[in-house]
Nanobody
Framework: QVQLVESGGGLVQPGDSRRLSCAAS????????MGWFRQAPGKEREFVAAIASSGQRTYYADSVQGRFTISRDNAKNTVTLQMNSLNAEDTAVYYC???????????????????????WGQGTQVTVSS
């Protein structure tokens, strides 16, 4: 059974940094697209960042470009999201996601689409407030 488990959420102050981690189990995702999405209260889930299997190709939402960094450790089957310069608009539940398909090439459009992902974690809350 595949599981994605997020950790690292919590309450942070504006301007602070936070690191989210996602641990995958049940299968290896070293050759799969992995990503992060978020959902703020009253809003639809939105794409945050994604990373291709090699780790050399990354994709970011415009709202987090330059502030967030996604990375992966294929040996540990984990993906992380380093979030810097957090602001109130970053408050949301953050979800880790992974594709079941291997060997595919992604554009930014396809990497940011929910339909590209087959597995989802339960989410971790990040609240940015003073």
């Amino acid at each position: 059974q595949v599981q994605l488990v997020e950790s690292g959420g919590g309450l942070v102050q504006p301007g602070d940094s936070r690191r989210l981690s996602c641990a995958a189990s049940g299968r290896a995702f070293s050759t799969n697209l992995m990503g992060w999405f978020r959902q703020a209260p009253g809003k639809e889930r939105e794409f945050v960042a994604a990373i291709a299997s090699s780790g050399q190709r990354t994709y970011y939402a415009d709202s987090v470009q330059g502030r967030f960094t996604i990375s992966r450790d294929n040996a540990k089957n984990t993906v992380t999201l380093q979030m810097n310069s957090l602001n109130a608009e970053d408050t949301a539940v953050y979800y880790c996601a992974a594709s079941a398909r291997t060997g595919l090439l992604y554009t930014r459009g396809s990497a940011s689409a929910s339909r590209s992902y087959d597995y989802w974690g339960q989410g971790t809350q990040v609240t940015v407030s003073s």
